[in-house]
């Protein structure tokens, strides 16, 4: 008595996604350019404020730092801009808030992405349950992630 392992298991590639799904594709890359670009826009932001604080020093030199490490950069050197107005300071709490939401829901998609569906597709969170993820809502995540992105050059 051997085990039987399962052979009838099909992965369907990228390549069999039929052109409707061309919408999804795209709204998923769309999303991951769009945290790239966040990130980029915050190291930017950084190297600003750094240039005109008399250290010339690139950010994330040697290791390209995280999300957090920048955040928490950047609020340090708000902090010691502006010592006596504290609005930045809570604006970066709300850009920070909005960030953390707009990266859970980015993990749900790239980690637990299922098969398209219709009017958008599914994906596995953590704890393995199902969740219908609508384009309007992918949409509306990367309309929201643009709107981070300006805040944080704005402050």
């Known amino acids: 008595m051997g085990v039987q392992l399962v052979s009838d298991v099909s992965a369907k590639a990228v390549s069999g996604y039929a052109p409707e799904d061309a919408a999804l594709l795209c709204g998923v890359g769309r999303l991951v350019c769009a945290w790239t670009m966040l990130e980029q826009s915050l190291e930017a932001k950084i190297g600003l404020l750094r240039e005109g604080m008399g250290d010339v020093r690139v950010v994330g030199a040697r290791t390209r730092p995280s999300m957090a490490k920048l955040m928490t950069e950047l609020r340090t050197m708000v902090a010691m801009r502006d010592r006596r107005n504290a609005s930045a300071l809570t604006e970066i709490s709300a850009i920070e808030r909005d960030m953390q939401r707009i990266d859970r829901f980015r993990a749900l998609i790239i980690q637990g992405f299922h098969q398209p569906?219709?009017?958008?597709?599914?994906?596995?969170?953590?704890?393995?349950?199902?969740?219908?993820?609508?384009?309007?809502?992918?949409?509306?995540?990367?309309?929201?992630?643009?709107?981070?992105?300006?805040?944080?050059?704005?402050?």
Do not use: P
Request: net charge negative; hydrophobic share 40%.
């Open 117 to 155: 569906e219709e009017g958008g597709f599914t994906c596995r969170d953590g704890r393995n349950n199902i969740q219908h993820v609508a384009f309007e809502q992918l949409d509306g995540e990367i309309t929201a992630l643009e709107s981070v992105a300006s805040r944080l050059l704005a402050v």
